[in-house]
């Protein structure tokens, strides 16, 4: 059987790929290939408002788990509250909406051995042909250019009482500094559930979770929120591309999306806003014959 589409790697730029494609080009016979377990693997992703274009924000209404009006930020001299409004998407919603919008074309624990621009060879040793393929297996080894990260190990939290919290607050840089720039992140999902994020810059990708544990234990302590059960848990190692990373090979015929393309904003990591964006662009392309 051959595809008119495979998108190998079910992260969140291949995943809503999928999910436009799904709701503009249904006559489009669409593989999405997972080699873990679920689609959207462990995240959250978060966007402003003005990061998408009203069409935008409608279509990827039904993957946005959390909403608020507005959100905060804290330095050691200065408080800002922002009345613009803050969206968040999980990585389990995430996987559901996909696994109904798709059925069996979104194939999970299927690792991969090999891509190129219209085959797809699986570890299994089976061969799978499309008309595309693209690829979107997370970021590739770093370049050397890549000199500094942002690390991070997010918490989500219920608590014995409630937090007291209405809004996110982004940017909690009032607390200790390490070797580097370092902040905490709050997103209350509920009057007494909240996500706990410790993020610090650092000029290796090397990130002990044990020491961002007990740091947000101690966030807690200090906030006075008594930590009651832990839901999930979250890490991850952003590249920061300050020094100015080269654009991926121009000379590769293979197309790319999210991570493994470069499609995130350089200081903060975000990757969203470019994630629905080349999804618009895909759905508004032709597929080569």
């Given at each position: 059987m051959q595809w008119d589409l495979i998108l190998v790697g079910a992260g969140l730029a291949n995943g809503l790929i999928a999910w436009r494609l799904q709701q503009v080009r249904p006559e489009l016979n669409v593989l999405l290939i997972e080699q873990g377990e679920a689609a959207g693997g462990n995240?959250?992703?978060?966007?402003?408002?003005?990061?998408?274009?009203?069409?935008q924000h409608q279509w990827i209404a039904p993957l946005v788990a959390h909403s608020?009006?507005?959100?905060?930020?804290?330095?050691?001299?200065?408080?800002?509250?922002?009345?613009?409004?803050?969206?968040?998407?999980?990585s389990d919603r995430f996987a559901h909406r996909l696994t109904e919008a798709l059925g069996d074309n979104l194939r999970l624990n299927c690792p991969v051995a090999a891509v190129s621009p219209q085959r797809v060879q699986l570890a299994n040793g089976d061969t799978l042909t499309a008309r595309a393929v693209i690829d979107g297996r997370g970021q590739p080894d770093a370049p050397t250019q890549r000199c500094a990260w942002q690390l991070f190990v997010g918490q989500e939290w219920r608590l014995a009482h409630p937090h007291g919290l209405t809004r996110p607050l982004l940017m909690d840089a009032t607390v200790p500094q390490c070797n580097a720039y370092r902040f905490f992140y709050l997103l209350p999902l509920s009057p007494d559930?909240?996500?706990?994020?410790?993020t610090r810059f650092s000029n290796a990708p090397a990130l002990n979770r044990d020491d961002y544990r007990a740091a947000i234990k101690d966030y807690a302590?200090?906030?006075?929120?008594?930590?009651?059960?832990l839901l999930r848990e979250e890490s991850g190692c952003l590249p920061l591309t300050l020094a100015g990373a080269p654009p991926p090979d121009s000379t590769s015929q293979q197309p790319c999306s999210g991570m493994r393309a470069g499609l995130f904003h350089a200081v903060t990591g975000y990757s969203l806003p470019l994630a629905v964006r080349l999804a618009d662009a895909v759905a508004g392309l032709g597929i080569p014959d």
């Open positions: 995240h959250t992703w978060s966007f402003h408002h003005h990061d998408l274009s009203p069409e608020w009006p507005g959100y905060d930020v804290m330095f050691p001299s200065l408080t800002r509250h922002i009345d613009q409004p803050y969206y968040t998407l999980f559930t909240l996500l706990i994020e410790d302590a200090q906030r006075h929120w008594t930590l009651s059960a």
